[in-house]
């Protein structure tokens, strides 16, 4: 019996983690040009049971993470406004509903008013900028010589607190947070008849894609530990079985050859940055597009990220070793505009929030998973990519800036247009699923696009 519970409890936690994204929240700059750019289940005996808990996922609310960041800027990159303070809140609550607020002194940037025409930032966790990667190699070493704190190895035990696993708890910056995955059969032919129907409705001159992410206990569930995932790599490649017309690219090759790397967070459900490069290369070859090595990118960094691994758990470990937050920014030019999820009220602003700090790291690419995006860029090829996602699609988005002519996101949670009609209406050339592979293997997340189809 308790190890039923224990299982109840590890899907509805998955499910609602799955959800977990970036809050609603916009920057008010116009984004320059290149000054600017500088599942969810547990392993089931029966496919029904796989399904039931995959669906729960529904039901939960996007979220930043729990703790709230205060963060205020000075708008000075549009000629039509004047300069003035805009104070900008990322919160939101995680399923348990418990938030918690940071000190003023973590979370707090204040601008100069005298500096006329320019954004100021001064934070106690203040972005700062990594020397240019040139090689995988390169990237792995300047990486751990700058976050000494950051383990890449698998872990060597692990038990569950709170329905999530949490491994090698007493070795200090060792530990690490995973969760669960669960796939079936039927959980796969469900979602390739979705895409096929897809490809059916773009027809042959659209390039129809599926990448589905991995999550972390792919690769690092202790050995001898069961009941945490199904088999990931299958899960990807099952796919394979169903999908017609359509490439499937698969991210979990694309990673493996990295696992020793930092390609996922400790303190958090997400993969990183370095992560979704690797997989937008492979995507690249596939889709025939041209891709740009890391060290054409600004490289930022910011320390003391702890994500949502703390907040399910509530082990003070994860808070005393946090993770730290790499990205990179696309150096060629390109221009953002954000929509609400029905494609009204455009709004010209930032790819990169540099802003968000501390638990709401991870929202500084897109802000949140609420709008729907559209990326202009000064790629001539004629290629306009939708993407489809969910959270794990965000860190995604910058890899494709040198890639295409024109990138759309869309969330698949929180979108409201007719997916036809909209394919039509931006000239769709590509269209890609990519999101975590428990998206996939949700019902609710495949009924959901289903019903905009």
Request: proline share 3%; glycine share 6%.
């Given at each position: 019996?308790k190890?039923?519970?224990?299982?109840v409890?590890?899907?509805?936690?998955?499910?609602?983690l799955l959800?977990?994204?970036?809050g609603?929240?916009t920057?008010?700059?116009d984004?320059?040009k290149?000054?600017?750019?500088?599942s969810?289940?547990?392993t089931?005996?029966?496919?029904?049971?796989?399904?039931?808990a995959?669906d729960?996922s529904?039901?939960?609310q996007d979220t930043?993470h729990s703790?709230?960041?205060?963060?205020?800027?000075?708008?000075?990159?549009?000629s039509?406004?004047?300069?003035?303070e805009t104070?900008?809140?990322?919160?939101s609550s995680?399923?348990t509903?418990?938030?918690?607020t940071?000190?003023?002194?973590?979370?707090?940037t204040?601008s100069?008013?005298?500096?006329?025409?320019?954004q100021?930032?001064?934070?106690?966790?203040?972005?700062t900028t990594?020397?240019p990667?040139?090689t995988?190699?390169?990237?792995k070493?300047t990486q751990?010589?700058?976050?000494?704190?950051n383990?890449f190895?698998?872990?060597?035990?692990?038990?569950?607190i709170?329905?999530?696993?949490?491994?090698?708890?007493d070795?200090?910056?060792?530990?690490r947070?995973l969760?669960?995955?669960?796939?079936?059969?039927?959980l796969?032919r469900?979602f390739?008849?979705m895409?096929?129907?897809?490809?059916?409705a773009?027809g042959?001159n659209v390039?129809?894609?599926?990448?589905?992410?991995?999550?972390s206990?792919?690769?690092y569930?202790?050995?001898?530990?069961?009941?945490?995932t199904?088999?990931?790599?299958?899960a990807?490649t099952d796919l394979n079985?169903?999908?017609?017309n359509?490439?499937?690219?698969?991210?979990?090759?694309?990673l493996?050859?990295h696992v020793?790397?930092y390609i996922?967070f400790r303190?958090?459900h997400h993969?990183?940055?370095?992560?979704a490069?690797?997989a937008?290369e492979?995507f690249?070859?596939?889709?025939g597009?041209p891709y740009k090595?890391?060290?054409?990118?600004k490289a930022g960094?910011?320390?003391?990220?702890t994500?949502?691994?703390?907040?399910?758990?509530k082990?003070?470990?994860?808070?005393?070793?946090?993770?730290?937050?790499?990205?990179?920014?696309?150096k060629?030019?390109y221009?953002?505009?954000?929509?609400?999820?029905?494609?009204r009220n455009?709004r010209?602003?930032?790819?990169f929030?540099?802003?968000?700090?501390?638990?709401g790291?991870y929202?500084?690419?897109?802000?949140?998973?609420?709008n729907?995006?559209e990326?202009k860029?000064?790629v001539?090829n004629g290629?306009?990519l939708?993407?489809?996602?969910?959270?794990?699609?965000?860190?995604l988005?910058p890899?494709f800036?040198?890639s295409?002519?024109?990138?759309y996101?869309?969330?698949?949670r929180?979108?409201h247009v007719n997916?036809?009609?909209?394919?039509k209406?931006?000239?769709a050339t590509d269209?890609?699923?990519g999101?975590s592979?428990?998206?996939?293997?949700?019902?609710?997340?495949v009924?959901?696009?289903?019903?905009i189809?």
């Open positions: 019996m190890k039923g519970k224990n299982a409890l590890a899907l509805a936690i998955a499910a609602s959800v977990s994204g970036c609603n929240t920057d008010s700059s984004e320059k290149s000054d600017e750019t500088t969810v289940t547990q089931s005996a029966s496919e029904s049971e796989a399904s039931s995959s729960t529904s039901s939960a930043s703790e709230t960041t205060t963060t205020t800027t000075t708008s000075a990159s549009d039509s406004e004047s300069e003035s104070t900008t809140t990322a919160a995680e399923s509903s418990q938030t918690t940071t000190t003023s002194k973590e979370q707090t204040t100069s008013a005298s500096q006329s025409k320019q100021t930032t001064t934070t106690a966790a203040q972005t990594l020397p990667l040139t995988s190699a390169e990237t070493a751990q010589h700058s976050s000494s704190d383990n190895q698998r872990p060597t035990s692990g038990r569950w709170g329905g999530v696993v949490v491994c090698d708890r070795k200090g910056a060792k530990i947070g969760i669960s995955f669960g796939s079936s059969d039927s796969a469900n390739c008849s895409v096929n129907d897809v490809k059916k773009v042959s390039n129809v894609y599926t990448m589905g992410s991995p999550v206990s792919a690769f569930t202790p050995k001898g530990m069961s009941g945490v199904t088999d990931q790599h299958k990807i079985k169903y999908l017609k359509v490439k499937n690219v698969d991210a979990y090759a694309a493996a050859p020793n790397e996922y303190t958090d993969w990183t940055e370095l992560a490069y690797y937008v492979a690249a070859k596939a889709a597009v090595p890391l060290s054409s990118y960094v910011k320390k003391g990220f994500g949502s691994m703390y907040f399910y758990s082990c003070p470990e994860f808070k005393r070793y946090p993770d730290t937050y790499y990205y990179w920014k696309p060629n030019s221009t953002t505009t954000y929509y609400n999820g029905y494609f455009g010209r602003s930032s790819l929030l540099d802003y968000f700090i501390g638990s790291c929202c500084t690419v897109l802000g949140s998973d609420m729907l995006a990326i860029t000064d001539k290629r306009t939708v993407l489809i996602k969910d959270s794990y699609g965000n860190a988005v890899y800036v040198g295409f002519e024109k990138i996101v869309l969330d698949m929180y979108t997916l036809r009609s909209f394919f209406q931006v000239g269209i890609l699923f999101s592979l428990s998206s996939f293997y949700t019902p609710s997340r009924s959901g696009i289903r019903a189809l």
